[in-house]
Each structure stands twice: as structure tokens, then as C-alpha cells.
């Protein structure tokens, strides 16, 4: 019948979007500097939630986050710990306002996050592979 | 501090003057934001509220979120005990050091809303993993205890009263310090603290002084992926009686000896806690335990403790709740009526089921609702404000509570 085969078609073409544009693969890199090789999940998870400030060797960890309006946000999140933003904002909101810690800066392009993952040793954020270069090392590739 | 007896002698405080906080917030605003326009980059300025309104099904006494609020809620909407303005700043000043100020405007122990500074401190990192903070600093006697204000960071409407409403202090004079340890994959982390307590805490038309207090504490956490393990212990120790002397004056037949038996001056409390947090996903579960032990005759020692569960779906989040606390009644055998009446006064025995959700409607922005049904013994009457000791109180109470919480 032609409606289920333009239905297959319309599902088909939003598949391909879906894991195309819209889904390529992000990844955790650190300045090459730093002297990080390899990371696990929860050591991303405790760098990028602020519970420690420091790599195994040592080195100070300096995490760069992304804005909100950013798509890629919501997404790291979401595969590095099945949070919604909402719940990583409240998160954050506990740490700022008892005094424990500010939150890492906040890139608005994955530029800006190479840029400030460059400019410290021991930086760390997330890109797309595609944009990984000999500068930085992928330490973490995060779920799709 | 129910204290019955002190609330016949006079009636209520003043009303809030509302103008005089906004004012004194738009200032803070103003000021902090002279700051930023030197060095933007090193000042950030933040800020968290919640507008709440509650009501509950029973007009016999008033429920408070605290006992730091002079009085609560009754059978109609009311906004005072849930509503809260807070503006932080933070200023880096070297990459070791930095200062932050946060005041806060909440209905206080004098009815009013005056803003208060809530905390003003320096914070040195002399290595990644160490931390000292000296100042005016948040205590947290108890896991979270120290953003109980900001709503948007927890699930419930407020943090639950069986196991909160019994921590009147907020904040000290003095210092902390903290010290992490990664071992592996998971972290454990140490804090010590130790300060002169800055707080009245309201007793009817008076306020009890316990400005000056010395508190301390130590706490040990471990995180490992989902989970989270804290364990407390914190201390008070009072600097002045409960402003009771003209009530032990005019009804006690020996006052001086009552005073002596009901001293809580020099009298020290004992906080224990145990805290476990699941984090995991979309699913959230608390479990928290608390004992306290109370040194001062005019207390009665209590466990208390409470299992929360939210469920993510989509931007909403439901959740279940139950808490409870218990105290231990002293022995008043051979006791003068008017101090078995004021120990009677510290009596908790009750119990919370706990049913919310709350909706994350956009970004730093939540609506919650939430039902809770009291249900305790007659002679639980130390949580509330201005029981009017009728007999007419039963034990059960249902609180309904919206609150739209935000940060900035």
C-alpha cells in the first residue's frame, strides 16, 4: 500500500536525521599537556560535577562547560548521566548558594571550548570528534 | 520552644515591613553591581527565590517549615513560611581566593522580613583537594542543611520538617575546613567546623538569644558513581536560658530551683546524622537518619528520619515521601507543675507521608505541589507556633503547599 510505504519512507528520512546532524559523536578531551591518557566514566562524572579538582597525576583539573542554549549540553549530560539540564542546574545551584563551589566556565561554541581547553594545562571539555586535533587527546568517548 | 505559658502573657509581634527589605535589596543589587562593572570578570552575581504559598486543615496551631519562624500556617493561603529572596555575590580575587556575600529576605524570627546577610566569607584553596572558609559561614549539621532556601535544588517544597524543622541554626562566626581524596573512582571527603552561632530563635512574643553559642562538627562523605554516604556529628552549646525566668517568677513555687532544672545555658546538644543518596538517571532516593540528645532538661532527645523517592518523566518529576521523629520523655516524677508543663511543651511524636511533584516549566524556573499528611499524637505539639493548649489538637494535619522556585 503506498501510505505505509510513504510511512516507512517518513520514518526512514528521520532515522537518518536523527543519526546523522543531529547525533554526531561527542567526546571528551583534555589539553595534551595535562598528561591524561585514558578516563573513566566516573572520573569524568567527578570532574565535571566538581567533586574533585584534580586528575590521577595530579595535574588541576580546569572543566569547560557549554551554555545551556547550546544543544551539545543537554546532550553530554544526558549520556554521561541520564540527567535533563534542569536537574544538572539544581545541582549546581546547591553547590553555588551553601558556599561550596562555582560552577566551570560556560563555552558558547565548541571553539570557545577548544579554545579554553587549550589555554590551561590541565583543561578539559567536550567536542565533537570531528574537531579533535593533535593539540588535545580524547580521553572519554561518551555512550550515543 | 512552644512555650504555652510565655505566649498567654502577650500576644503576637509586629507585621513584616516590606518596603524596608525591598529597598535594602535593590541597594545590595545595586552596589554589588558597581562592583561587577570594574571587574566583570572576576565578580559574578547570583541570586535564588521561591515564592510558596501553603495552607493546612487545621486551625488548632500553626505549622512552620523551622523553629527559627515565630508563627505559620493556618486553614487559608498563606505565602509568609515558604517565600524566600536570596542575592549572592562572589567575588575570584586570585585563583586561590576568593569572598562571597549572600543576603537573604525570609519571614524571620521577629515577623518581619528584614534581609540578613546570611553568610559573608573568604575561601582559601591552598591545593586543589583543601579548603578554608573564615566568616560568616553556612553550618551543615545535617546532609543539605545548608541550602535548605533554595528551593529549586532539592524535589520537595521544602525540605521535610520531621527531620529539618528541629535545626533553627543556620549559620556561625568562624571557620571551616574541608579536604578531598580521590581513591580511584570514588571520593571521600572530610570537613571540620567550628564557630559562635549567630540566630534568635523565637519563643512566642519573645526571642531566645543564642547568639554566641559555640557550635562544631566534623563530617565524613564518600562518593562512588550513583552514590553518596554522609556521615555527621555537630554540637551546641547554649550561651543563655530560654527567656522563661518571669513565667518561673510567677507560677513556680521554688524559681530559682526550677531555673537550675531548666537551665539551657552551658547545656549542650548533640546532632548525629547519617545521610544516603541514590542518584542514578531519572531516579532520585534519600535516606536520611538523625538522633539528637539534648543536655538541657527543658529538651527531650529525639530520632528522627526520612526516605524520599522522585521519578523523572519527561520535564516532570514525581515523588513519594515519609518521615518521622520521636522524643524521649524525661522522667518528671516529684517535678513542679509549671516544669512538667514546659517540658511537656518539647514533646514530638508524629509521622509525614509525603506526596509532590515538581515541573521544571523552563529553564531555572520550577513549579511544585506537594500534599503532606501529618499524622502524629496528640501531644506532639513542639513543631508547631501558638498552640493554644484547649485540648482540641488531635495529632493530624494535611499541608498543601504550591511553590514556583527560580534561580538567576
Known sequence: MPIRRLLLLCSMFWLLMQSGAAHAELVVVVNARSGVAAMSR???VNVFFGRTRQFFNGVEAQPVDMVDSHPDRARFYSALVGKDLSEVNAYWSRQVFSGRQQPPVRAASQDDVMRLVLSQPGGIGFIELSKADARVRVVYELPK | ?????????KGRGSGGTFGRWLAACCLLALSSLAVASDDAQAFTLQGFGTVGMARTTND??????????????????DGRNDSVFGLQGAWQIDPRLSAVVQATAKYRYDHTYNPEVAWAYLRYEPTPSATLRLGRLGTDFFMMADSRWVGYSYLTVRPPGDYFWYLPFYSINGGDAAYAWSLGESLVRVKAFYGLSNGQIPLADRQWDINGSPMTGASVEYQYAAWQIRASYA?????????IGDILQTYSPDPAASSRYLATRDRRSDYYSLGVVYDQGPLQVQLMLNRIEQGSNSFESSE???VLAGYRIGEVKPYLGYSWIRSAQRNTAGRQVIETRIMADAHVDQAT????VRWDLA???????????VRGEATSIFPYRNDPANGLWSGRMDVYTVTFDFVF
Open chain 2, 304 to 306: 528522627g528520619g526520612y
Open chain 2, 363 to 373: 529553564r531555572n524556573m520550577a513549579l511544585k505541589a506537594q500534599w503532606d499528611a
Open chain 1, 42 to 44: 566516573n572520573e569524568v
Open chain 2, 235 to 243: 554540637n551546641i552549646t547554649f550561651k543563655n536560658d530560654l527567656p
Open chain 2, 60 to 77: 488548632q496551631l500553626e505549622f512552620v517549615r523551622d523553629l527559627s519562624q515565630p508563627g505559620g500556617i493556618r486553614k487559608h493561603w
Open chain 2, 353 to 356: 507521608r509525603i506526596v509532590g
Open chain 2, 1 to 9: 520552644m512552644v512555650m504555652r505559658f510565655a505566649r498567654m502573657l
